[in-house]
């Protein structure tokens, strides 16, 4: 990992400040033409090419069901492989992630009442902290028993931004 060393700045003066805010307007105003420049141009090459791309990606279409129709039809000569080497591809199946689902017409709400009633060792209870009722409680007075029995504070932090005025600053 390369370390990078930051200098630290400190003790600036108004006219410092003003030249810095003067670079970097101008810099930000050069970075957002050079990236629409680049953007127009990418743009461009890729309407070069869309027609070819959609055309190719649909004549894909029909050779894929050929392919699969033939692999349904075969799956059964494959025994335990899950795949099929042809001469010019290789043809297969994968296994999904096991995932639940229900009947239609249970909605997931009714499925878990009924887990709750017959079997409510599949049934999980998440506890979690109303974080919203503690910023409100918050600016109230008596806080600061909540705060030392549960270990908790309200922080809001404050974080620095630079905004280029870039109408009223232009490159040269």
Do not use: C
């Not at 630290?8 to 970075?31: D, G, M, R």
């Not at 009714?110 to 506890?127: C, I, S, Y």
């Not at 504070?153 to 005025?165: I, R, T």
């Amino acid at each position: 990992m390369t370390r990078i060393k930051t200098k630290v700045i400190s003790n600036v003066t108004l006219e410092q400040a003003q030249e810095a805010s003067e670079t970097f307007a101008t810099n930000a105003t050069k970075l957002d033409k050079l990236q629409a420049k680049m953007n127009e141009e990418i743009n461009k090459v890729k309407s070069k090419y869309q027609d070819d791309i959609t055309e190719l990606q649909d004549s894909l279409d029909e050779p894929q069901k050929v392919l699969q129709a033939f692999a349904e039809e075969q799956k059964e000569t494959w025994g335990k492989k899950k795949s099929m080497e042809l001469l010019h591809t290789t043809i297969g199946y994968r296994t999904g992630t096991p995932k639940v689902t229900k009947h239609k017409g249970f909605s997931w709400d009714a499925v878990a009442d009924l887990a709750v009633k017959l079997f409510p060792n599949l049934v999980r209870t998440k506890v979690e902290l109303d974080k919203d009722s503690i910023i409100a409680l918050s600016k109230e007075d008596g806080f600061d028993a909540y705060k030392s029995a549960l270990y908790i504070d309200v922080v809001q932090e404050e974080s620095f931004y630079v905004e280029a005025k870039k109408e009223e600053l232009q490159p040269s």
